[in-house]
């Protein structure tokens, strides 16, 4: 099975800093078709969740620049370029190469 | 614009099965090449992923959850569902259908209770 781990998994933020979220799973993420299906998803509270990045540092339609997603193989990250108050919430990853698996989750708040 | 909605019980008894409803309107989930797809998110906890039923009707399913869990559709409707047999206080959870992950209902709260 595949397994997802996130850290850290509480990150306080200070509005207008960067911020980053790691993402590591336990077997290579790269398909048999030369993609990686890594995903990132923000769950503001009471929410349901939303994709942010999918194929690791590809942005859905509507979000902010100030998000960025990177990495290969088995580690990825996730940044915020610059906080802003609308981004609190939980941060997980899922990967989608292996049927798919979420990451516990990164709480993110303000300091 | 894509909408999904959730519909079913918002409690079910212990041993029973669990059976939900998504109606999706703004797309056809005949067309394309999209997976539809139950996740769950116990109170407080973390998401996980159930299943999914592809356009082509094939379907794939969680291994922890494969021996209690259908997905099926009713395209005349545009509706597909979830059903989830011999259920416990663990299956406690806001049940969330998405789309390929992109298009998401505002998920539905079942509480598994006598």
């Known amino acids: 099975d595949v397994v997802m781990t996130q850290s850290p998994l509480s990150l306080p933020v200070t509005l207008g800093q960067p911020a980053s979220i790691s993402c590591r799973s336990n077997q290579s993420l790269v398909y048999s078709d030369g993609n990686t299906y890594l995903n990132w998803f923000q769950q503001r509270p009471g929410q349901s969740p939303r994709r942010l990045i999918y194929?690791?540092?590809i942005r859905d339609s509507g979000v902010p620049d100030r998000f960025s997603g990177s990495g290969s193989g088995t580690d990825f990250t996730l940044k915020i370029n610059r906080v802003e108050a609308e981004d609190v919430g939980v941060y997980y990853c899922m990967q989608g190469t292996h049927l798919f698996t979420f990451g516990p989750g990164t709480k993110v708040d303000i300091k | 614009q894509v909408q999904l909605q959730e519909s079913g019980p918002g409690l079910v008894k212990p041993s029973e099965t669990l059976s939900l409803t998504c109606t999706v309107s703004g797309d056809s989930i005949n067309s394309g090449s999209y997976y539809w797809g139950w996740i769950r998110q116990p109170p407080g906890k973390g998401l996980e992923w159930i299943g999914y039923i592809y356009y082509t009707g094939s379907t794939n399913y969680n291994p922890s959850l494969k021996s209690r869990v259908t997905i099926s559709t009713d395209t005349s409707k545009n509706q597909f569902s979830l059903n989830l047999s011999s259920v416990t206080a663990a299956d406690t959870a806001v049940y969330y259908c998405?789309?390929?992950?992109?298009?998401w209902g505002q998920g539905i709260l079942v509480t598994v209770s006598s």
């Open positions: 194929k690791v540092s």
């Open positions: 998405t789309r390929d992950f992109d298009y």
